[in-house]
């Protein structure tokens, strides 16, 4: 089921609006994807002016960077160690920006959205 982002049928105070026209297909939304650990899957979708967005449903590797030598690596993703935005994303390994998740190289915290990117760009941190 779409979301529709359209205009609301009633007014702040709680009137009713008569609306002009109908619903209108630049006005509807998307669920929110939700990024797994596993064998890399994307989701291509087409977006207003024919744009493309890439969204990122299973991960298997991330763009690393050592604050120490900025240097950047390709590491694989273990486990997601901690997610601030949901508790229940850690025991389900769901990546979002801010989670913490747990590499070849160390712990690193996710600087990208995998969800709107579709990669997902992580930095190092100390224990």
């Known amino acids: 089921m779409a979301l529709w982002q359209g205009k609301s049928k009633r007014k702040p105070t709680g009137g009713r609006l008569t609306l002009s026209r109908k619903k209108r297909r630049f006005e509807i939304g998307k669920e ?7 064998i890399e899957k994307r989701q ?11 969204r990122m449903l299973k991960a298997q590797f991330a763009n690393v960077v050592d604050p120490a030598n900025n240097k950047a690596q390709k590491a694989k993703i273990i486990t ?12 389900r390994n769901i990546i979002t920006k801010g989670a913490v998740i747990q590499t ?20 190092l941190v100390k224990e």
């Open 32 to 38: 929110p994807v939700s990024t797994f650990v596993g």
């Open 44 to 54: 291509v979708s087409r977006v207003r002016g024919g744009n493309v967005k890439v």
């Open 80 to 91: 997601v160690k901690e997610n601030s935005a949901n508790p229940n994303y850690v025991q």
């Open 104 to 123: 070849e190289l160390g712990p690193a915290l996710v600087t990208s959205r995998p969800g709107q990117d579709g990669a997902i760009n992580a930095i």
